[in-house]
């Protein structure tokens, strides 16, 4: 009987701990005036990275992203890198989280910074997310021997795009789209691309990917 008294005043004591709980967070609810149709988010982004990055190896970057809540509590900011070429991979959070502003520094950019990354900024009680994808690049160099390529014909420009602005960015670099019409040409058109994917530092996250364009220099 001791034992079954002990365990109802347990489980009393647990349920009024789970209503008083549930009493808070109605109140909480009420007062934050939840309970009406919401109008807008419930925070706003007061800055976000942009979509392309620029940094010579060995120099410092600094990123920010930030946002103010409406209600009570700022949003949280976080950070994942490796989201791949086209941002649609899942990628790796890294352990940079603050609440409102995040600063993502890197004192001296190494071969293994260069990627494609995204800012998270998350309301932890409203579930409203968005998310900002963008890429930390080198100088592309295309003409010049910076990356240990070594010396090529045909130049690989690592940039994720449609066939319209491939062939744009080929000409304000003074190329041209290469087409290889003889096995040579291929095969050194191949080569070239091999070398470019082992070395060049912005040719890592397309590294799954089965199609590149290709640029040459006449």
Not at 108 to 122: G, H, L
Not at 160 to 173: M, R, S
């Amino acid at each position: 009987y001791q034992r079954r008294v002990r365990g109802l005043t347990s489980f009393l004591c647990l349920l009024s701990l789970k209503m008083l709980k549930l009493l808070i967070c109605l109140s909480a609810l009420l007062a934050l005036g939840c309970c009406k149709p919401k109008a807008r988010k419930s925070f706003e982004v007061l800055k976000q990275p942009s979509p392309e990055i620029e940094v010579e190896i060995g120099k410092t970057v600094s990123i920010v992203c930030a946002a103010h809540g409406n209600n009570l509590m700022d949003p949280i900011v976080y950070w994942v890198k490796g989201i791949g070429a086209r941002h649609d991979g899942k990628g790796r959070r890294l352990s940079v989280t603050a609440v409102g502003k995040s600063v993502l520094y890197i004192e001296e950019v190494e071969e293994d910074d260069i990627d494609s990354y995204k800012c998270v900024i998350e309301d932890l009680c409203s579930g409203d997310k968005e998310e900002f994808p963008f890429d930390i690049i080198v100088p592309d160099e295309t003409c010049r021997d910076v990356y240990g390529v070594g010396h090529v014909v045909y130049g690989a420009t690592w940039t994720f795009t449609n066939w319209t602005v491939a062939v744009q960015d080929c000409k304000d670099k003074g190329m041209e789209i290469a087409f290889a019409h003889e096995y040579d040409e291929n095969a050194e058109l191949l080569s070239a691309l091999k070398k470019s994917f082992t070395t060049h530092p912005n040719a890592r996250k397309f590294a799954h990917e089965n199609w590149v364009w290709i640029g040459a220099h006449f």
